[in-house]
């Protein structure tokens, strides 16, 4: 099974409008996080955010916010106001045990490529 | 500025040759850093997980004596693809991550391979 799904391969925003990329995963540590990077076509992967199982609230860093629902084993992003330069590759990731455990690997989705539209 | 500087950006060889990418943490020690390997308009796959001092931790399905690793400082990585083949063409790349801080794994910018 894998153990991050993203099932939307891309997606059309208009500029200045919000935008949801899905992200589920499947785990059966208590303890875990999860990430969002974007990757433009330069290669480079730019960390966005970040969710710990065990944060009691939504992550935020800007225009970024996780939609986390952990019964439902999913943490869409959220994209508000969304920018030409967002156009990018994003993938959501997976770390499974807990943060400075002694690997910290990540897995990753197969990611969404995001087009903002003028 | 960039934390993990990876190096080149960029190599283009003939088939048989052998390449060593490297990876630097530029202001922390990492005992641990990480190899992806990312084929066109697919995601990130790990390749292995690379231990300052100690043997490299493979995934399934990568062949160890093809893809050396070796750590042998806290602020470097490197990987050398051996006798590498066109099929080995394909972009890697490097994360790290501060032992000493809550920071997510930091990735340098990527070695684009491309073997004629």
């Known amino acids: 099974a894998q153990k991050i799904t993203q099932t939307q391969p891309g997606m059309f925003v208009q500029e200045k409008e919000a935008v949801t990329l899905d992200c589920t995963y499947d785990?059966?540590?208590?303890?875990?996080?999860l990430f969002w990077y974007k990757q433009p076509s330069s290669g480079e992967m730019i960390f966005l955010i970040y969710q710990g199982s065990y944060d009691q609230q939504n992550a935020t860093e800007g225009r970024y916010s996780l939609n986390f629902q952990k019964a439902r084993k999913s943490a869409n992003l959220v994209i508000s106001a969304s920018q030409l330069g967002d156009s990018a590759m994003y993938f959501c990731a997976m770390r499974e045990g807990p943060r400075g455990g002694a690997t910290n690997k990540l897995i990753f989705g197969t990611g969404t490529l995001l087009a903002v539209q003028p | 500025g960039a934390v993990v500087s990876q190096h080149p950006s960029r190599v283009i060889c003939k088939s048989g040759t052998s390449v060593k990418i490297e990876c630097r943490s530029l202001d922390f020690q990492a005992t641990t850093m990480f190899w992806y390997r990312q084929f066109p308009k697919q995601s990130l796959m790990l390749m292995a997980t690379s231990n300052e001092g100690s043997k490299a931790t493979y995934e399934q399905g990568v062949e160890k004596d093809k893809f050396l690793i070796n750590h042998a400082s806290l602020t470097l990585s490197t990987l050398t693809v051996t006798s590498a083949h066109p099929e080995d063409s394909s972009f890697y790349i490097c994360?790290?991550?501060?032992?000493?801080?809550?920071?997510?794994?930091?990735f340098g910018d990527g070695t684009r391979l491309s073997i004629l």
């Open positions: 785990t059966s540590d208590p303890s875990y996080g």
């Open positions: 994360s790290a991550r501060d032992v000493n801080s809550n920071q997510p794994q930091h």
